[in-house]
């Protein structure tokens, strides 16, 4: 398996991979409708967000990060093929989006959470700072920060 950075020409396979990790999740076709527009990834987003893509004879999962401002950047997204849940390839795409986010300088990563992931990130280290209203009524997404070490 390999991470690298990726190409804008793969924005429409990351934001159908994006559909189908959040759907293993059993929301509604509703629900569904409406994160499908928030999980799409634009080609152009691809590079001004600093998406990069694991692989292994195929796409596995990828990370976006967006540029916040006061030196913090949000894992905008992470996601992985339900195939490969539980394999330790999120835990790398986080480690690797850290990394990439100090040698860009930043400080801090924002991380708004899916809820069923809230677990996920606790383990890795992630502060929990609050909870938001979700795009779906009724729903709220936990925030976390996790600090990032500067690189030499």
């Known amino acids: 398996m390999?991470?690298?950075?990726?190409?804008p020409s793969e924005a429409?396979?990351?934001?159908?991979?994006?559909?189908?990790?959040?759907?293993?999740?059993?929301?509604?076709?509703?629900?569904?409708?409406?994160?499908?527009?928030?999980?799409?990834?634009?080609?152009?987003?691809?590079?001004?967000?600093?998406?990069?893509?694991?692989?292994?004879?195929?796409?596995?999962?990828?990370?976006t990060l967006l540029p916040l401002e006061d030196g913090r950047v949000e894992l905008e997204h992470l996601f992985v093929e339900p195939a490969a849940l539980g394999c330790g390839l999120g835990r790398a795409l986080f480690e690797h989006a850290c990394a990439c986010a100090a040698r860009l300088g930043f400080r801090e990563l924002f991380i708004q959470s899916d809820p069923n992931a809230a677990g996920f990130y606790t383990a890795l280290g992630a502060r929990a700072l609050r909870e938001i209203p979700s795009s779906i009524p009724g729903r709220s997404i936990p925030t976390y920060a996790f600090p990032l070490e500067p690189l030499p």
Do not use: C, N
């Open 2 to 7: 390999r991470i690298r950075v990726a190409e």
């Open 12 to 63: 429409q396979a990351i934001s159908a991979l994006a559909v189908r990790s959040k759907a293993h999740w059993d929301y509604t076709p509703e629900q569904m409708a409406v994160f499908s527009e928030e999980l799409r990834v634009l080609p152009e987003q691809v590079a001004e967000r600093h998406a990069h893509v694991a692989e292994d004879g195929g796409l596995l999962g990828f990370y």
